[in-house]
């Protein structure tokens, strides 16, 4: 883990055990998880740019 003096880091207590992740490793984890469960077919910010040109429309 790179982690200087005055680094932030993540503190995660779960069942017992304590993990401490670097800014990087945390950004990691979540994008791992995301693309889990997002199809590859989809654009999130395409998808949200189009809602809300919808709710402009509508206002």
Known sequence: MKVALG???QIVIREGSVQIRSHEQ???KAQSYFCSVIPKDVNLVDELLQH???????N
């Open 7 to 9: 680094d932030s880091v």
């Open 26 to 28: 945390a950004l990691r």
């Open 52 to 58: 809300r040109r919808e709710e402009a429309a509508h």
